[in-house]
């Protein structure tokens, strides 16, 4: 069974910056695609980050050039580096495994385990 698990949330105020992590169980690690997603209150989860087995990654427009993904297979772990930060980008970040090689990499029903989440918060 797929264990994930975030870290490195917190409080920061617009302009900041912050770097989650998310350390993955399981020996094939190498091989999945993975990716962030956030939920912020009342929001659907949307995709803001995706990385495959060749280190191939994907962003949407809201957060191009500021955040960035990045993934460490000797210690099966995944980050995701993010700067420029403003209060949209509040949320509760996740990070996930997905199923293959999804088509669409940043919909959310391309991927099978889930980590529990972690919250940032953005102030003005």
């Known amino acids: 069974q797929v264990q994930l698990v975030e870290s490195g949330g917190g409080s920061v105020q617009a302009g900041g910056s912050l770097r989650l992590s998310c350390a993955a169980s399981g020996h094939t690690y190498s091989r999945w695609c993975m990716g962030w997603f956030r939920q912020a209150p009342g929001k659907e989860r949307e995709g803001v980050a995706t990385?495959?087995?060749?280190?191939?990654?994907k962003y949407p427009d809201s957060v191009k050039g500021r955040f960035t993904i990045s993934r460490d297979n000797a210690k099966n772990t995944l980050y995701l580096g993010m700067g420029s930060l403003n209060p949209e980008d509040t949320a509760v970040y996740s990070c996930?495994?997905?199923?293959?090689?999804?088509?669409?990499?940043?919909?959310?029903?391309?991927?099978?385990?889930w980590g529990q989440g972690t919250q940032v918060t953005v102030s003005s």
């Open positions: 990385i495959d087995s060749d280190g191939r990654t």
């Open positions: 996930a495994r997905a199923i293959g090689r999804p088509p669409r990499p940043l919909e959310r029903n391309g991927y099978i385990s």
